[in-house]
């Protein structure tokens, strides 16, 4: 009697966006960027690359690529008082 192979799905938990070898590389398509509330305008870093600036949209903010980044980073601002701060997620086209 011949045998036969049994082929099993198998489950993969590795994700091409979530590299455990390198957790702070993320290729997912969204950013993150910080918002004033205040105003509900965006902080980009400004053109001598020190100081920080408020732009209209979140496509000319900075954008981070992982959202604990984008945490910290408003986080110090909040402690300096620079803030109040708030972090949001920014949907790119990638189409």
């Known amino acids: 009697m011949p ?21 702070q590389d993320c290729t997912q398509p969204e950013r993150y960027a910080i918002q004033v509330p205040a105003s509900g305008r965006f902080l980009a870093i ?3 690359g020190q100081s920080l600036m408020e732009v209209a949209d979140a496509e ?7 959202h604990e980044a ?3 980073a408003a986080k ?7 803030g109040p701060v708030d972090v949001v ?3 790119l086209d990638v189409s």
């Open 60 to 66: 000319s903010a900075h954008l981070f690529h992982a």
């Open 70 to 72: 984008a945490l910290r």
């Open 76 to 82: 110090e601002l909040n402690a300096e008082g620079r």
């Open 46 to 48: 400004a053109a001598d």
């Open 3 to 23: 045998l036969s192979l049994l082929i099993k799905p198998v489950l993969h938990f590795w994700s091409p966006h979530l590299d455990p070898a390198h957790p």
């Open 89 to 91: 997620k920014v949907e």
